[in-house]
């Protein structure tokens, strides 16, 4: 299903999704109610690096880390975690293996000798 702010993004420039980036460590700074230094210092970057950062101008994806780490937001990076999915097929495979019988631990000494 495609929504319209998925088109939104699709439909963006480079440096347009820069400054929406940019703006969104702002908004966040500022709903914490940090000044820039104090954000620059808890992320242990220069206040000039912040600066670029939420106009847009710096696309370091470690800055940006550091800032969401600072900012408490890491668990956004959650969406980028691979999860691996079984497909049908996989999945009927697997349940088809499935034991259905339990198995003398020894088969060999359990068989009678045969007098033959």
Known sequence: MTDISDNKWMASSDSVLLKSIGSFIRHNRLLQNKTQGQLANEAGIAR??????ERGENASLLVFIQLLRALKLLHLLQEFQFKPRISPIQL???ERSERLRARSKNPIE???KSDW
């Open 48 to 53: 000039s690096t912040l600066s670029l950062f």
């Open 110 to 112: 359990s068989k009678p």
């Open 92 to 94: 009927a495979k697997l």
